[in-house]
């Protein structure tokens, strides 16, 4: 037998024979087996997989194979997140066609993920850009439109110049496109949306439901939907207020502006009224008004996003319109437009009240308006000198309090001021108490070609009409150009224009295409039946769902997480799913981190190229081939634009995958960072080449397989059959939490004692042999190319992907001796540790000789002594 282990022939062997077994082949029913449906977040089809992957995919393959040792029927698929804009623009860049651009990189990364040696059902396996997926999801979309789910509606959207494209708020970061990094510009479009904020209020309650999602996420999530409950006021208007654009600029007595408020309570304190440059009463007054659209367009200049709203400095115009105070009879407000009011929040419009908003505040001091303290602190109740500070100051009151100069609300807590405010307002018909959102609906349409086209068509007789069932998928052309900017289907010589489904007349096919992310919302319940002819087999759908175990990275928490729990319900509702949560248990795994380097010129070096020397204790860095000096710099996330990345197949090809997946593993918890390190990935592969070394190494000193459980161990024996038992009792706890790491650490342990093992005798070599298999067993799951060979080595036939978990044995998980107190006359004096199945004389004697106990009897007469068993003993004298 070899005693060097050789990741590069051994790990091809045993994928090629789990492969031919069909190991990881799931069928949807096994034998009443019960169901287990791990999942890790699919890949985006870039070319390569990086460190990342290694890490996520490695963990999810733990759990899959951990179940499926454990009797679970195991679903673990994989696929492709495969439109987008990347392939796009290699298309535009390298002169290569998206579609088989991203075809080949799915391949080049399928055989990168296979050398991982993952449990993955390879038979499932789809790509969103196939047509049989994405015609799928044109048959979703149809559904959800007939349901309701589904709206059209014109609507600002953040257009990314570079790009050409809308993208969503959420890909707005910082005013700039996610992906383009270009500042972004707002535009009027007509778009496709997915009415999830109709789903707000579920979306909420149901996170409380979510008990394996991280905290964190619950909370993002729930910030994300906004839930904010206020009063919507109604304010009429006074002024020349235009009507419309037929009728000219008129008055008109019945107008009045709409604002939501969450703080109905300081109505007393409003001084001034505002509306965003985009509401609709501002585009009005701006049609005759030149210093309005001036004002308008230099608000645009901010960008959308909230962030840069929130931090801009606060502009306003007066519009000259007056707004009637609802509760001060002859009181008017003047009515701003200010660069501060989101058009997408709300009403588009507010009343101010600057002592208790700091906006407001900031908005005050600037244009000279009244700020009017309308809630005190409870120790400063009704305050003049505590009010005239904060008039004064530079910060609005936001807490809690007491409230003043409020006529019938004076006196009042918060909480109970609001209250009383709506109950008049609602009584006045000036108003209603209301839930607001900060959950906007989806915006769905994409002006690109590599995406999944909206399966609608547009008739300028009959208007917009789904395209007929049967006539789905809607397939792209392939004959395409990238040559300019815009969108290529858009473009297309023939490929728009077709009959309308209805009359029958030339009509236009919608050429805008789905955003990805709708993609990648349902294809965990496609994975279930990936071969329907229908979006899901809803039998196999409902019993395979939902995910017990997703994971991926935290950049997914409110998107991604979001949308698919919409999606979910939104299946639910069109019959495709009985259920709205798809995720029992989410994980969001760490980064994977490294050092940075750079050379003299201050450019960034890869790790590849940078070998490391230990000089005088100090590290020093130097270029390999130039010998040039290497400046090492501070450990951050992989990423290309430091270069500090690793190449998963070099490490796979220098150590083999196991060292790779037991690094991933070992280093720190799941949830955190790893830093990648040659000497971390040094001491995986050292540990690799010791296990295989034990194996090898105990065929003369461990009992034959098979031969019959000794009667007695000696001491050692059984401890070292105790800590092996001990091992897997916690490992197996450790794989059900997800503590890889604390695994990892268990069986340095367990190999420890191994190791420190001197077997003589029969008995002492049957518990070798134990402690060894087990050990190979708990390996099993993160190194399973090694634990194979090992296993097969100890003598076994069948693969250990075909063994069950082992079960640990109780009798050995309790500790011999234990420890327990002793009491004389109910007063603690001293502890007894004992063997564990003492009887109880013999407990009685010990804890009657201890030193301290005799002291306390102080040569009394023993009357009574109590023994609790395992507990305490409690002498009378
Ligand atoms: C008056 C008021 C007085 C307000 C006060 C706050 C404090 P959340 O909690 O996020 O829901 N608001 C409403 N619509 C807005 C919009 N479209 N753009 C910008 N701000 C808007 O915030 C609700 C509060 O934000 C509302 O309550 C409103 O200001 C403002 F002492 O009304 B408040
Ligand atoms: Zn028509």
């Not at 936001?398 to 006529?407: I, K, L, P, R």
Request: hydrophobic share 40%; aromatic share 10%.
């Amino acid at each position: 037998m070899s005693t060097r282990y050789n990741a590069r022939t051994v790990e091809p062997k045993w994928q090629k024979i789990w492969e031919e077994r069909g190991d990881f082949l799931t069928r949807d029913d096994a034998g009443g087996k019960p169901k287990y449906y791990v999942l890790e977040m699919f890949p985006y089809p870039s070319g390569r997989i990086h460190m990342g992957h290694v890490r996520n995919y490695t963990m999810g393959d733990v759990i899959a194979r951990y179940r499926r040792a454990r009797g679970f029927n195991v679903l673990h698929p994989m696929g492709w997140d495969a439109f987008g804009m990347p392939a796009e623009n290699a298309a535009m860049e390298k002169n290569v066609h998206p579609k088989g651009w991203t075809y080949d990189n799915i391949a080049a990364m399928r055989s990168q993920l296979k050398a991982i040696g993952l449990a993955i059902d390879w038979s499932r396996e789809f790509a969103t850009c196939d047509p049989e997926y994405y015609g799928q999801e044109q048959a979703l979309f149809l559904d959800m439109l007939e349901a309701g789910i589904v709206t059209r509606k014109k609507s600002m959207v953040n257009w990314d110049p570079v790009d050409n494209t809308v993208l969503a708020n959420e890909q707005v970061i910082d005013g700039r496109g996610w992906r383009s990094g270009a500042l972004v510009e707002r535009r009027e479009l007509t778009q496709w949306f997915l009415k999830i904020s109709d789903f707000a209020d579920d979306l909420l309650a149901g996170l409380e439901t979510l008990e394996r999602w991280p905290e964190k996420v619950r909370l993002m999530q729930k910030n994300w939907i906004g839930r904010s409950e206020g009063a919507r006021v109604f304010f009429p208007l006074e002024g020349k207020i235009p009507n419309s654009a037929e009728q000219g600029a008129q008055s008109r007595s019945d107008a009045q502006l709409e604002v939501f408020t969450t703080r109905p309570d300081t109505l007393f304190g409003a001084s001034f009224c505002a509306l965003s440059p985009h509401h609709p009463l501002t585009a009005e007054l701006a049609k005759d008004n030149p210093a309005l659209q001036d004002f308008i367009r230099k608000c645009d200049q901010i960008g959308t996003s909230e962030e840069a709203i929130e931090t801009a400095e606060k502009m306003g115009f007066d519009t000259g319109l007056k707004a009637r105070h609802p509760f001060i009879e002859g009181k008017t407000l003047p009515v701003y437009v200010a660069n501060f009011v989101l058009m997408e929040y709300g009403t588009g419009a507010i009343f101010a009240c600057p002592a208790h908003d700091q906006r407001d505040f900031d908005f005050a001091k600037k244009y000279g308006l009244p700020i009017i303290p309308v809630v005190t602190p409870k120790d400063h109740a009704d305050d003049a000198a505590w009010m005239d500070a904060l008039v004064a100051g530079d910060d609005a009151f936001t807490g809690d309090g007491v409230a003043v100069n409020s006529e019938f609300l004076n006196g009042l807590d918060v909480t109970a001021a609001k209250r009383a405010a709506i109950e008049k307002l609602e009584a006045m018909g000036l108003g209603e108490g209301t839930v607001n959102y900060r959950l906007r609906d989806w915006g769905i349409s994409r002006q690109r070609y590599w995406g999944c086209p909206i399966p609608v068509i547009h008739c300028e007789a009959c208007g917009t009409l789904p395209v007929p069932r049967d006539q789905l998928p809607v397939v792209l052309p392939d004959d395409v150009t990238f040559d300019q900017p815009g969108n290529p289907l858009d473009r297309h010589p023939t490929w728009k224009h077709v009959d309308c489904p209805k009359c029958g007349k030339p009509a236009r096919r919608e050429t805008d295409t789905f955003d990805t992310f709708v993609d990648s919302s349902w294809y965990f319940a496609r994975f279930t039946a990936p071969n329907a002819a229908t979006p899901t087999d809803k039998a196999v759908a409902d019993h395979w769902l939902p995910v017990d175990q997703y994971i991926g990275g935290i950049e997914h928490a409110i998107l991604h997480l979001l949308y698919s729990r919409f999606f979910t319900r939104a299946m639910h509702r069109t019959g495709h799913l009985s259920l709205d949560e798809p995720f029992t248990g989410l994980f969001t795994q760490g980064m994977v981190n490294h050092e940075t380097y750079r050379d003299a010129e201050g450019r960034w070096v890869p790790p590849a190229e940078v070998v490391i020397e230990t000089v005088d204790g100090k590290r020093i860095a130097k270029h390999i081939e130039t010998g040039a000096p290497i400046r090492i710099g501070s450990v951050e996330k992989m990423s290309k634009s430091k270069k500090n990345t690793v190449d998963p197949e070099d490490i796979i090809a220098k150590y083999g995958a196991d060292t790779a997946r037991w690094f991933m593993l070992s280093d720190s918890p799941p949830e955190r960072d790893v830093q990648w390190s040659d000497q971390g990935a040094e001491g995986a592969w050292r540990f690799t080449q010791r296990l295989w070394r034990m194996v090898s190494a105990a065929s003369e000193t461990m009992a034959p397989k098979g031969a019959p459980m000794p009667a007695d161990f000696g001491e050692e024996a059984l401890a070292l059959r105790r800590m092996a038992h001990q091992t897997l009792a916690a490992a197996t706890e450790d794989f059900d939490n997800l503590r890889f790491n604390r695994a990892v650490a268990r069986v340095y342990e367990l190999a420890n004692a191994v190791t420190g093992f001197a077997p003589a005798g029969d008995a002492s070599k049957w518990a070798m042999r134990e402690a060894l298999e087990l050990l190979v067993q708990i390996v099993g799951p993160m190194m399973p190319h090694l634990a194979e060979e090992c296993w097969e080595a100890l003598g076994h036939e069948t693969p250990l992907t075909a063994t069950e978990w082992p079960v640990a044995d109780k009798a050995l998980l309790v500790e011999d001796s234990i420890t327990i107190a002793v009491q004389v006359n109910g007063k603690r004096r001293d502890e007894l540790t004992i063997a564990r199945d003492a009887d109880k004389e013999t407990v009685e004697r010990a804890a009657l000789a201890l030193e301290k106990v005799e002291k306390a009897i102080d040569g009394k007469p023993v009357r009574k002594v109590i023994v609790v068993p395992g507990k305490i003993v409690n002498i009378v004298a």
